[in-house]
C-alpha cells in the first residue's frame, strides 16, 4: 500500500480530472489522482480494430468549444474535419428513402414549416437561458415540469415535426426517451451549445475530430502528470472533514486538504463517505442518470458511399439506426460509418442474440446505403451500459423536474468535497468541453481556497432565485 500526501487528490482520470489535475500542478498545487479502470479518458476511448481506429467514446469538437479548443492548442494537437461532401439520405417512418441536399428534412412543405416554428421558438427560448443556471429563466419552473415530448405537442399537432425536432435532443443528445426529460432540460443542451440551431445543425456540432482521438487528449494530460496519476485505483471510502480528505484506493491511499471527485454523478454513490454526505446531496444524487446510445462502428474496404455522390449523412427518426456519419479516421483509405441507436431501440437491440443484433443493425443500415452497408469487415458496438464504472452513454440528465429542484445545488462543494463532471457543466454540457470547463473551474476555486486567498464560495457564483414550494406556484 502506498501512502501520500497531497494538497489535493482528484478521483476519476476522464478529461474533466485530468485537466483539473493539470490545472492545480501549474499553479503550484501536489495532485495525486487515482483512477479506476486501467487507462485514462474516461468516456473518452479508442482502439486499432484491424487497422481502423476506432473511437469508442467522446470523438467530435464544435467551433464553440473554446474551453477544449484552447487546451488543445495548449498540449499542441491537431484536428481534421469531418467528411461531408455530397447528398444526406432521410428515411421517412412509413420506410420510403429520399437522397437530399440542404438543411431541410424531405418531409411535406407543412412539416417543413412546423419543423421551422418549433427550431425557431427553442432558439428563442435558449437565447434567454443561461446554461450556468437554467432555472433562473422566469419560466424555469414551468417548463421542468413538462416533458419535452409533451411541450413539443403543445407547439404543434404536425406528428412528424415533433417527432424529428424532438430527436435532436432525445434520441441525439441525451439519449433518452423525450418523455422523461423536461422541456427545461431540453433548453440547458440547447443552450450549452448556444443554440439550438446549432444543436441541429450536424456540420456545426459534429465539426471536426482530434488527430490521435479525443483520448489523446486524456493521454498527453496525463503524461505531463507523470506519475502522479494512479491507475486501477477506485476509490470506494473517501473519510472527510473540515480539515482534509482520505482517500482511498485499491494500493494507494491519499490525504489531502481537498478533493475532486471527477466521476459522473450516477456514480457518486459507489463511494462511501464518513461522514455520510448532506441529505441536500443524497438526494440529490439520485435524480441525475444516464442515457443510453449504442454507438455503432461499422468499417468497409473503401467509404463506397462517397462514390455514389452521399455523404454517409442518415437521419431516419423512427429507424432503429437513428443517424448514420461517414466516420472514417484522419488519412485512413477504409471507409467507417458511425451509426447511433438511442435509447427504447438500444433496449430492444440488447434483447437480441450477438449474430442477431448485428444482423439487424447492418440490415437497417443498407436501407439507408444500400447493400454494400452490409460488407462491413469490422464491426463494433460500443456498450457503455455495461461499463462498471460509466453504466450508460452518452452522460447524465435529471428526470422531470430534477433540474429545477435540484440543479442549483449541483455544483456546490461539501466542505472539502469538490465535484467536477461533464454532466455539471453549462456551456459544454455532456460534452469533453464541459469537462475541461469544469476541471478548470473545480482547479480554481481550490486553488484560492488552498492558499486562503478567497473563501470556498459554496455555491459555484450561482445563487437560485427559485429555491421554495411558494415560488413553484407562482
Ligand atoms: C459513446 C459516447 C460518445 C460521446 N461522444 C462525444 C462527442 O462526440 N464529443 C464530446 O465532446 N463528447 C462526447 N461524449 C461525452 C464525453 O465523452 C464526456 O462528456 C466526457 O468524457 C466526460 O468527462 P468527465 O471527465 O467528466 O467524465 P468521464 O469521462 O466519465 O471520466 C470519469 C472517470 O472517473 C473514473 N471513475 C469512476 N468512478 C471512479 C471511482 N470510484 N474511483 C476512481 N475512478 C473512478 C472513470 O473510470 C473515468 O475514467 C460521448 C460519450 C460517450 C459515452
Known amino acids: 500500500m502506498t501512502t501520500l500526501d497531497r494538497d489535493v487528490v482528484i478521483i476519476g482520470a476522464g478529461p474533466s480530472g485530468l485537466t483539473a489535475a493539470y490545472e492545480l500542478r501549474k499553479a503550484g498545487k501536489t495532485v495525486a489522482v487515482l483512477e479506476a479502470r486501467d487507462r485514462v479518458g474516461g468516456r473518452t476511448w479508442s482502439q486499432d480494430m484491424d487497422g481502423a481506429t476506432i473511437e469508442i467514446g467522446g470523438q467530435w469538437i464544435s467551433p464553440d468549444q473554446t474551453g477544449l479548443y484552447s487546451l488543445i492548442e495548449e498540449l499542441g494537437i491537431e484536428t481534421f474535419e469531418r467528411y461531408k461532401e455530397g447528398a444526406s439520405v432521410y428515411m421517412a417512418a ?6 437530399y441536399t440542404g438543411e431541410d428534412f424531405p418531409v411535406a412543405e407543412s412539416t417543413v414549416a412546423e419543423m421551422n416554428k418549433l427550431i425557431a421558438e427553442m432558439d428563442r427560448l435558449t437565447a434567454q437561458v443561461d446554461p450556468d443556471a437554467p432555472w433562473e429563466h422566469p419560466q424555469a419552473a414551468e417548463l421542468d415540469m413538462i416533458s419535452f415530448h409533451h411541450w413539443l405537442r403543445t407547439l404543434s399537432d404536425d406528428e412528424v415535426a415533433c417527432n424529428n425536432v424532438g430527436l435532436f435532443i432525445a434520441g441525439g443528445m441525451l439519449t433518452k426517451p423525450a418523455h422523461t426529460f423536461s422541456a427545461l432540460q431540453a433548453l440547458l443542451m440547447s443552450s450549452s451549445a448556444g443554440s439550438f440551431s446549432n444543436l441541429v445543425d450536424e456540420d456545426f456540432i459534429l465539426d471536426r475530430r482530434m488527430v490521435g482521438t479525443m483520448q489523446g487528449v486524456s493521454i498527453a494530460v496525463a503524461q505531463r502528470l507523470g506519475e502522479d496519476v494512479y491507475l486501477n485505483n477506485p476509490v470506494l471510502k473517501l473519510d472527510w472533514s473540515d480539515e482534509g480528505v482520505t482517500a482511498y484506493g485499491a494500493d494507494v491511499t491519499v490525504t489531502a486538504k481537498k478533493v475532486i471527485i471527477a466521476v459522473p454523478p450516477n456514480l457518486y454513490s459507489r463511494i462511501s463517505y464518513n461522514p455520510p454526505l448532506p441529505r441536500r446531496q443524497h438526494v440529490t444524487h439520485q435524480h441525475q442518470s444516464m442515457g443510453l446510445v449504442i454507438k455503432v462502428h461499422a468499417v468497409y474496404e473503401t467509404p463506397f458511399w462517397r462514390e455514389e455522390g452521399l455523404s454517409g449523412t442518415c437521419f431516419g427518426p423512427s429507424s432503429i439506426v437513428q443517424e448514420i456519419y461517414d466516420n472514417t479516421y484522419h488519412e485512413e483509405t477504409t471507409g467507417t460509418l458511425v451509426g447511433f441507436i438511442s435509447d427504447l431501440q438500444a433496449d430492444a437491440m440488447f434483447e437480441l442474440s450477438e449474430t442477431e443484433r448485428k444482423e439487424t443493425i447492418l440490415k437497417d443500415m443498407a436501407t439507408y446505403l444500400g447493400p454494400k452497408a452490409l460488407e462491413a469487415k469490422v464491426f463494433y458496438l460500443s456498450d457503455f451500459g455495461s461499463e462498471e464504472w460509466t453504466r450508460g452513454a452518452y452522460a447524465t440528465s435529471y428526470d422531470l423536474g430534477g433540474l429545477f ?19 455539471l457543466a453549462g456551456e459544454g454540457y455532456q460534452h469533453v468541453d464541459g ?3 469544469m476541471g478548470r473551474r ?9 492558499d486562503g486567498t478567497d473563501e470556498d464560495l459554496g455555491y459555484d457564483g450561482v445563487i437560485s432565485k427559485f429555491g421554495t414550494l411558494t415560488s413553484l406556484d407562482a
Open 405 to 423: 429542484r435540484f440543479g442549483p445545488d449541483q455544483n456546490k462543494n461539501v466542505g472539502p468535497i469538490y465535484f467536477s463532471s461533464s454532466d
Open 94 to 99: 412509413d420506410g420510403t428513402r429520399t437522397v
Open 435 to 437: 469537462a475541461v470547463r
Open 442 to 450: 473545480a482547479a480554481a476555486r481550490i486553488a484560492a481556497a488552498v
